[in-house]
């Protein structure tokens, strides 16, 4: 089975703080995303990489960053964390199998920003 | 741009009913996925069925069906023999083949199940 985890299921950090976010999978995925989720507005795409140390902004990259330095393992680097970034955080891998792309979540660490 | 429209914020069911939820999609290309995630509360969003534009065969698995109209852009999802592990978000998603691969996700319904 797919597994993919994330470092924290819930996290409180101050305005201002650096917040790292951390997502590992463990079945050699080319691609990997970070999506946040809040109520109304579905899961939005931050950020995803489809290669190490590649990175490509999704719809709402501002006021994130991400590190792949590793295949496995994709991080969410909120630099100065704010109150309006309190959310859902979800973390994504794929593969491409015959074009049948499916993507495979981890658990989700929920953030509160003060 | 791609988008994913679920008109049903939440819908509910009787345990062993049937119950069918809406998903529209907008998009010119011709080749494409589309998805139905589930999310239980407080658990892992996991996949329930995915189809294949290119088919016309709608996909199936155990309870879980889809009715795919591609020239209404139409992606619905029937549950049947509903069950009260069926409680939960379920959101509607559309992905180009090859590619970034990135998904466009609705913005979910959620399915309530009553005893």
């Known amino acids: 089975d797919v597994k993919v985890t994330q470092s924290s299921r819930y996290l409180v950090k101050r305005t201002g703080e650096k917040v790292f976010l951390e997502c590992v999978q463990d079945m050699d995925h080319e691609n990997m995303f970070w999506y946040r989720q809040d109520p109304g507005l579905g899961l939005r795409l931050i950020y995803f990489s489809y290669d190490v140390k590649m990175k490509e902004k999704g719809d709402i990259p501002e006021g994130y960053s991400v590190s792949r330095e590793k295949k496995e393992r994709f991080s969410l680097i909120l630099e100065s964390a704010s109150t309006n970034q309190t959310s859902m955080y979800l973390c994504?891998?794929?593969?491409?199998?015959?074009?049948?792309?499916?993507?495979?979540f981890g658990p989700g660490t929920r953030l509160l920003v003060l | 741009a791609q988008t994913v429209t679920q008109s049903q914020p939440e819908m509910s069911v009787q345990e062993a009913e049937t119950v069918t939820l809406s998903c529209t999609y907008d998009t010119s290309e011709s080749d494409y996925y589309l998805f139905w995630y589930k999310q239980p509360p407080s658990r892992q969003m996991i996949l329930v069925i995915r189809?294949?534009?290119?088919?016309?065969q709608n996909a199936t698995e155990n309870r879980f069906s889809v009715n795919f109209q591609k020239a209404a852009k139409s992606f619905s999802l029937k549950i049947s023999d509903s069950q009260l592990g069926d409680a939960a978000m379920y959101f509607c998603?559309?992905?180009?083949?090859?590619?970034?691969?990135?998904?466009?996700f609705g913005k979910g319904t959620k399915l309530t199940v009553n005893p």
């Open positions: 189809q294949e534009a290119y088919k016309q």
């Open positions: 998603a559309y992905g180009t083949q090859g590619g970034s691969e990135k998904l466009v």
């Open positions: 994504a891998s794929s593969f491409e199998r015959e074009g049948r792309e499916t993507q495979y």
